[in-house]
């Protein structure tokens, strides 16, 4: 079954999906828009490694370093150094995605 953005869209088709309902699709798109507070309400209830990356992503956006540090550890990640928070955002977009194509193949096969 199509959806609706599917059917107006040839090209959504061609696209790896992206579960629209899964918390932390949409704590990304916040990141994105800079609703980093809404962001917030969504990871602090994800103690998965991507989760606690976006976690550390609101807190670096929100100045509070010594919590991003926290958040970056959770995920077994590095805090980066820098005005980094847009790279930070894309780079989990794309681990998301990836998941997400990953989740897909690994149905299929």
């Known amino acids: 079954m199509r959806t609706t953005q599917t059917a107006r869209n ?9 579960p629209t309902d899964d918390a932390i699709v949409k704590a990304v ?3 994105e828009a800079g609703e980093w ?4 309400l969504l990871v602090q209830k994800d103690a ?6 976006a976690h550390g992503i609101v807190h670096l956006i ?3 370093l010594d919590n991003a540090k926290y958040w970056y550890r959770r ?8 005005n ?4 930070e955002i ?16 690994r149905s299929r096969g």
Request: proline share 6%; net charge positive.
């Open 10 to 18: 040839p090209v959504a088709r061609t696209r790896t999906p992206v």
């Open 29 to 31: 798109r916040h990141l």
């Open 37 to 40: 507070e809404a962001a917030h």
């Open 48 to 53: 998965s490694e991507q989760g606690c990356w």
């Open 62 to 64: 929100e100045g509070d």
């Open 75 to 82: 995920a077994h990640r590095l805090l980066p150094h820098g």
């Open 84 to 87: 980094t928070a847009a790279a």
């Open 90 to 105: 894309a780079a989990l977009k794309a681990a998301v995605r990836e998941g997400a194509s990953g989740r897909a193949r």
